[in-house]
């Protein structure tokens, strides 16, 4: 049988510890085989973000810019005890931290669903995507102390220092307190509103966003406001066309709905409520190594750049496990569907049916796999499949699993 093609290279980000090795496995077992793999490589391994003085983490988000679709394997974000145990020359930052910035996007979250995993809402019986706006809010705040007897005043000045603007937030006559200050700009929420809506189109689900507006008059509503006129002007159309609908309510109202959904749409999410609503959800659904995420820029002349990932880490423990030779049974779900993502997208933006096909049927052999019993000790634990039933196998027997059935 002859080879899949590509016409256009797939961004190939390395990565670390127990994800690289998955990472070698996948490409080996599942992909090779069957497709003439074009990708443009960069190693994101920790030693050689070292060895390029972090300049390889730059240049893969660049080149995910040019190409428009990127993979990325997990990777290490160095702290003091990486510093002695890689020698680094620097504490490196994070790379999802580097190539967020450079993509500006918003990330989305899914969990992937099979028979035999439940999730903890029984009557979830589709996956919820969270798409979080990662700028501002709480995570740029300011916040003080506030003594007893003092006031505090919000003031805006231009940008000579003129005050143009204030107002009293609260008078500490009675006692002392605490004040914040937080802030958004139009530009950061309209590329998160388009990135939801584009996201929106791309798997063709409808869009829930929700705020407070009805207490935060001007600064929640704000976002209400800019992601209606986004809305109206750019997707109105579009999404008529795609028969998928953008739902407006209140955040409380949404929580309620969501409960009792069966899932199937994306939830775009304040950086806060995103924050905390992202780990409800994918705690909900079962299992980190069933969780995928997927990074999108906003258009920029008509066109998104897509970044697929697993939600979770290089699973450290794990490693140092099987680097003592020990066997380990780390789930390869997540890490398989960032590549049928991403060759998915690849395959739709060059009119490559076949290999889309190839990532569809990759996805349903990984599915099929866990569901015929044979799964990773993480979902062993959880499987509602009955004992004899249920097999768990290591790390390379999930694969060659799937390989099989593929
Ligand atoms: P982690 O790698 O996600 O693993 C935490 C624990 O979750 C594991 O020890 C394991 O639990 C379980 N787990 C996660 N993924 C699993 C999988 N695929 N299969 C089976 N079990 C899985 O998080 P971490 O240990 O906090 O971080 C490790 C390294 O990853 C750190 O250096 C961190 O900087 C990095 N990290 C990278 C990313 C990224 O690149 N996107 C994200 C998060 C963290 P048990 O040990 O109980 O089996
Ligand atoms: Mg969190």
Redesign the pocket.
């Known amino acids: 049988m002859s080879k899949i093609k590509m016409a256009t290279p797939i961004v190939e980000m390395d ?3 127990m994800t690289r090795i998955i990472w070698q496995l996948i490409k080996d077992e599942l992909i090779l085989p069957h497709v003439e793999l074009k990708s443009e490589y960069y190693d994101l391994g920790l030693e050689n973000r070292n060895a390029t003085d972090d300049q390889v983490t730059v240049d893969s988000a660049k080149a995910t810019l040019k190409h428009g679709v990127a993979v ?1 394997c ?4 160095p702290n003091a005890q ?1 510093m002695s145990e890689y020698e680094l020359k620097e504490m490196w930052k994070s ?2 931290g580097t190539i967020r910035a450079i993509l500006d996007g918003t990330v989305f979250r899914a969990p992937i669903i099979v028979k035999g995993v439940e999730p903890l809402v029984p009557g979830w019986k589709k996956p919820i995507t969270i798409g979080r706006h990662a700028y501002g809010d709480m995570y740029r705040n300011v916040e003080m102390k506030v003594p007893a007897g003092s006031k505090a005043e919000l003031i805006i000045f231009d940008k000579d220092w003129n005050p143009t603007d204030k107002a009293v937030i609260h008078d500490f006559g009675g006692g002392a307190g605490i004040v914040q200050g937080i802030h958004n700009t139009d530009e950061s929420i309209a590329s998160f509103a388009r990135a939801c809506f584009e996201y929106a189109l791309t798997i063709k689900q409808d869009l829930w966003f929700a705020t407070k507006d009805t207490i935060s008059k001007t600064y929640d509503h704000h976002f209400k406001d800019i992601y209606d006129e986004i809305y109206v002007n750019e997707y109105d159309f579009k999404f008529k066309q795609a028969g998928i609908e953008y739902f407006y309510t209140l955040i409380d109202d949404a929580v309620a709905r969501v409960m009792r959904s069966e899932g199937g749409f994306i939830w775009a999410c304040k950086n806060y409520d995103g924050d905390v609503m992202s780990d409800m959800v994918a705690a909900a659904f079962g ?3 069933m969780m995928t ?1 997927v990074l999108v820029s906003p258009p920029k002349d008509g066109k998104s750049a897509y970044e697929y ?10 490693y140092y496990k099987h680097m003592q030779g020990e066997e380990t049974s ?3 779900v ?1 890490t398989i569907f960032a590549w049928s993502g991403g060759l998915k997208k690849r395959g739709e933006l060059d009119g490559n049916a076949e290999l889309a096909a190839f990532a569809e049927k990759l996805e349903k052999a990984t599915i099929a796999t866990i569901e015929s019993g044979v799964m ?3 979902l062993y634990c959880i499987s509602t499949l009955p004992e004899g039933q249920k097999r768990e196998v290591n790390t390379q027997d999930f694969i060659r699993e799937i390989a099989k059935r593929l």
């Open positions: 990565g670390d510890e990325k997990a990777t290490i974000t990486r790379p999802n299992s980190l190594g995420s990932e697993a939600a979770h880490g290089t699973v450290t423990r794990h780390t789930n390869s997540a990773t000790g993480d």
